[in-house]
């Protein structure tokens, strides 16, 4: 049988271990992380997707909540670490839907590790009493991933994130995109332009390299450091860095690439969703 290996990824108490019970009454394995006293808690349960008539066996990965890629926390770069690895074929981002934004902006960042992302808007039932209505098919066209109403609490989606997963799993690579400023397109474009002239064999798609790239990204850095294309590739990804540096003022990088999710998240968040009444809101 087919093994599909999923990590979910999502900010503390979105629903996460919730969501997980609602998916499969399956075995759990609970071990450690490699290395560090985080709980790993591994599910696993047989899935027979009904369209394509295959049987699956799912290992979903419930990897320690985080509010960024960063490494601030233990959690975090626990976390970080293991959506660097190839330890797993998808990402399933839990989003809590009454909490858009700033989750989404998680959600940026794990649209930018180049590995295929689906995002549950978790606590849909919740979000509808208060007023909040998200347009997910438009969220899915933004974000370029599908986007499903998932509730741990009236099983609403539950169906469908499974049919996604499978999915998401036969297609053969990343679908998500991310729009930055013109001036970060302009060099991705460039770059990228450079990697298909070269036939660059990557395991990443080209524009999530690029990205990879312009973000001075250590991990790729060292792999790409000893390759013959490294001495002609330096000087474009200079040049792009000097470019980016002038229109975007005095920024380091990080903050550049940082007030870019910022702006991605909020753009999106803007487009997708609206409150119907502040009822909820206005009671506390
Ligand atoms: P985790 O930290 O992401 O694993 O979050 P949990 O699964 O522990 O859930 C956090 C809290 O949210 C718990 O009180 C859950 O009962 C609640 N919860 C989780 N999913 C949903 C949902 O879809 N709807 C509602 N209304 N509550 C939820
Ligand atoms: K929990």
């Known amino acids: ?10 900010q503390p108490n979105v629903g996460k271990s919730s969501l997980i019970n609602a998916i499969s009454n399956a075995k759990l394995k609970v071990g450690n992380f490699s290395g560090v006293t985080v709980d790993k808690t591994e599910v696993i349960f047989n899935l027979c997707d009904e369209v394509s008539c295959r049987d699956y066996e799912v290992h979903i990965i419930d990897l320690p909540g985080a509010y960024s890629l960063t490494e601030y926390t233990i959690e975090e770069k626990v976390t970080k670490s293991f959506l660097q690895s190839d330890e797993y074929d998808l990402i399933v981002n839990v989003v ?5 934004q700033r989750n989404l902006l998680f959600t940026t960042q794990l649209l930018e590790t180049g590995k295929k992302v689906i995002v549950a808007l978790n606590m849909s039932d919740e979000a509808e009493k208060e007023g909040i209505e998200i347009d997910e098919k438009q969220l899915s066209a933004i974000l370029g991933v599908p986007c499903i109403k998932t509730s741990a609490n009236t099983k609403e989606g539950i169906e469908e994130l499974k049919h996604a997963i499978v999915e998401v799993y036969e297609k053969s690579e990343t679908t ?13 474009a460039h770059i990228v332009a450079f990697l298909k002239e070269k036939n660059y064999k990557s395991n990443l ?15 790729v850095y060292k792999k790409m450091h000893d ?4 001495i002609e590739l330096l000087p474009i990804i200079r040049e792009a860095l000097q470019h980016i540096y002038l229109h975007m003022g005095t920024k380091n990088l990080e903050e550049i690439f940082a007030d870019e999710h910022f702006a991605f998240a909020k753009g999106a968040k803007m487009e997708v969703m609206s409150v119907k009444s502040m009822r909820a809101k206005n009671l506390t």
């Open 176 to 188: 998500a995109k991310i729009i930055y400023s013109d001036p970060i397109e302009e060099e991705i």
């Open 96 to 100: 809590d839907s009454t909490n858009l």
């Open 1 to 10: 049988m087919e093994k599909i290996i999923v990590a979910l990824a999502g």
């Open 227 to 230: 390759e013959p294309i490294w």
């Open 205 to 219: 798609p080209y524009r999530h390299l690029a990205v990879k790239l312009l973000q001075e990204d250590t991990d």
